[in-house]
């Protein structure tokens, strides 16, 4: 009992317990949910299908849940995915026997950079011009499909160079080999910000940028790194994404991944509000949005119809954080009288 | 600094994107034969009838100081709606119009509560509102839907004549009648002035006694409403219903009030300058389709970068209004 009091104290607990409880729906309704074999030397099933799609979203959130702790958001991500992952199938090209075009971990590399130029671009915009964030992001969200249609000339480009199919297809031991990177973006971008000042810093201008200013904090260059990195995530994430269908769709590609992203952020613990954040927790949101995703799936609903649910889950966990709802529901006759303070003027 | 300046001031903004205007139009009529005619001029709103319709709901929203993602998908949510309940449930005109207006106005108001009650962002409640009117438009239908109801077909192909042999379609007397509405609430009622208040400066105007929650919930109904009135328009163009219609409009209704000159900061603005910010818009369309080698997603591009020099314009402007106390210090604005 002491050790569930102590587990349910911790902040991983309720988007752990929110996962644990999607699986345990699973386990009861959707045959063979849990089934894991081992084929060609790895592991398969839907388990590990959830594992490897999430992979994308996970990046992100990396990224997202930093720009969400400075009290911004970043809606361009999923155009970020797609300018990314146009720039890296048209680098690399190549004909059907699979020659690439450039040398692949170049092209890898310029995708990249690219992604974070349009990060750090968003980045100015919040930082220098002093746009709100989301105005600033929203311009890229759309003008960033535009760029991605026109750096693909509007056609979906397929790649045949195969060792490219290693970032979204590959295995390592078993396990699909985005989940490495995920790993190993996620231990990095921890020991940064945990193992140095610069997470409490973050934390410092989400809360109060003037102040944070005041006690010395560059926080403008903050802001401008934190996005500059959001772009690299989703960078990565394009690359991925181009990797596991093996090519570019300057339309869908990253289509709607903002919203798992900032979902995933949420579920994960990460107040919209800013001030805090929880890269850990993220990772978990990012699960349970993919297996929010596997489950409607296997209950044959048009993959559309997965957005409702999610947005009606986004509102449920943002009323959920809110400290209005909060006091609201500790004291409902406070509320009323206030209700009705401003109703009487 | 003195009334008139002041004003002078506020409608710069609006009078620039006029000189934009005239500029485009002028350039485009000397490059291309057949582009200055009163008919291009026309069909301008013709084309974008729809958009000034969602660009006056958004005026409001953003007037007061919010923001609204949810308007494109709202649009096509009202499009699915109308063509579903035309076609498949076999309801008459007079049914399906005040039906889709009351869903649209419905949503708003939900939404509008949300953001007010608990004091929610408004970005994340209206995001997730896009998305939940963009998979409502899936559970009415998965494919799109021709509409061939002779109402419909009437408004599509029915031209008003203007001048001469020139012509407008009824959808821009809609949508001439809403920015008309707009404009009104805007200046000559309390609810406008209102919104004008909570834009400027929120706490002061619940200080003021000013019925701020009411009109809150109000704008976002009121935008709503409009996209749902929007949606109807652009099925009167289209003549058919379909999910992913609309796909990124709220960036188009965003940008074309925001080089319209109202503030993203709330406060300052109005439908005057929304309705150039269309035909601003529009332009560029129809110059981008005369030019001819450039594919249809510059449009989006050529946008985004309008959007982010107006933004430009208006921190310029804002900084030399000064005392507003926004110095353009470091760090997220909250939205």
Redesign the interface.
């Known amino acids: 009992m002491a050790f569930l009091r102590n587990l349910s104290r911790k902040k991983i607990f309720w988007p752990l317990a929110a996962l644990v409880l999607l699986m345990c729906f699973n386990l009861f309704f959707t045959p063979n949910f849990f089934r894991v074999e081992i084929k060609e030397g790895h592991l398969y099933g839907n388990v590990i299908d959830i594992l490897k799609n999430s992979a994308p979203i996970m990046f992100l959130a990396i990224g997202l849940t930093l720009v969400i702790a400075t009290k911004g958001v970043d809606i361009s991500v999923g155009s970020v995915v797609a300018i990314s992952a146009g720039v890296v199938a048209m680098l690399i090209g190549g004909d059907l026997k699979g020659v690439p075009k450039n040398p692949i971990l170049l092209s890898m590399a310029a995708a990249v950079l690219v992604a974070t130029l349009a990060g750090m671009w968003n980045g100015l915009l919040v930082s220098r011009v002093g746009m709100q964030p989301v105005i600033a992001t929203l311009i890229l969200l759309v003008a960033g499909r535009g760029i991605a249609m026109v750096t693909t000339n509007a056609m979906v480009v397929w790649l045949y160079a195969k060792p490219f199919a290693l970032l979204g297809q590959g295995y390592l031991l078993g396990l699909p080999f985005s989940l490495y990177m995920v790993a190993f973006l996620l231990l990095a971008t921890m020991l940064v910000t945990r193992r140095t000042a610069l997470g409490l810093f973050i934390e410092a201008v989400g809360i109060n940028p003037t102040a944070a200013r005041f006690a010395g904090i560059n926080a403008r260059n903050i802001v401008f790194w934190v996005y500059a990195f959001s772009g690299f995530c989703a960078g990565i994430s394009g690359l991925v994404v181009c990797s596991t269908v093996m090519s570019a769709d300057g339309n869908n590609a990253g289509d709607g991944y903002e919203m798992n992203a900032i979902l995933a952020v949420v579920l994960g613990g990460t107040s919209m509000s800013g001030g805090k954040f929880y890269l850990m927790g993220s990772m978990v949101g990012a699960l349970i949005v993919q297996t929010l995703t596997t489950t409607i799936y296997a209950f044959n609903v048009p993959p559309e119809i997965a957005f409702l649910v999610k947005a009606v889950v986004v509102w449920v966990v943002s009323l959920l954080q809110s400290p209005d709802l909060r006091s609201g529901m500790a004291g409902f006759l406070g509320r009323r009288s206030e209700g009705g303070k401003e109703a009487a003027a | 600094m003195s009334r008139k300046g002041l004003i002078n001031l506020r409608s710069l903004p609006s009078l620039v994107t006029l000189g934009l205007f005239l500029l485009m139009f002028g350039a485009g009529s000397l490059s291309f034969p057949g582009f200055f005619s009163l008919q291009n001029f026309l069909n301008l709103f013709i084309d974008n009838a729809y958009l000034l319709v969602l660009a006056v709901g958004m005026t409001l929203v953003i007037v007061a100081g919010g923001?609204d993602?949810s308007v494109g998908s709202m649009l096509a949510l009202s499009t699915m709606l109308s063509s579903f309940l035309l076609e498949r449930a076999g309801w008459k005109p007079g049914q399906v119009i005040p039906t889709v207006l009351a869903v649209g106005l419905a949503l708003g108001a939900f939404m509008g509560y949300?953001i007010h009650?608990?004091?929610?962002?408004p970005?994340?409640?209206t995001?997730?509102?896009?998305?939940?009117a963009?998979?409502?438009?899936?559970?009415v239908s998965?494919d799109a839907i021709g509409i061939k109801n002779e109402f419909w077909q009437g408004m599509a192909n029915a031209r008003i004549p203007a001048e001469a042999a020139n012509s407008v379609s009824p959808s821009v007397i809609i949508a001439l009648a809403v920015v008309a509405a707009g404009g009104f609430i805007l200046r000559s009622t309390k609810f406008g002035r209102t919104i004008y208040a909570i834009g400027g400066n929120e706490q002061s105007a619940?200080l003021m006694?000013?019925?701020?929650?009411r009109t809150k919930v109000g704008i976002y109904a009121i935008s709503g409403f409009c996209s749902a009135l929007s949606g109807i328009v652009f099925s009167f163009y289209t003549l058919a219903g379909y999910?992913l219609n609309g796909r990124?409009m709220?960036?188009?209704a965003?940008a074309t009030v925001?080089i319209g000159g109202t503030l993203?900061?709330g406060g300052v603005g109005g439908v005057v300058g929304t309705v150039f910010g269309v035909l601003v818009y529009g332009t560029i369309q129809v110059l981008i389709m005369f030019q001819g080698t450039l594919?249809s997603?510059?449009?989006?591009?050529a946008?985004?970068?309008l959007?982010?020099l107006f933004?430009?314009l208006q921190?310029v402007f804002e900084a030399g209004r000064g005392k507003s106390g926004?110095d353009?210090?470091?760090?997220?604005?909250?939205?």
Do not use: H, Q
């Open positions: 923001i993602l949300m009650a608990f004091s929610l962002p970005f994340i409640v995001l997730a509102g896009l998305y939940l963009r998979g409502l438009c899936y559970v998965i619940v006694g000013l019925p701020v929650a999910a990124g709220e960036m188009d965003i925001v993203l900061t594919n997603w510059w449009t989006r591009i946008i985004g970068f959007v982010f933004c430009l921190r926004k353009g210090s470091a760090g997220p604005a909250s939205c």
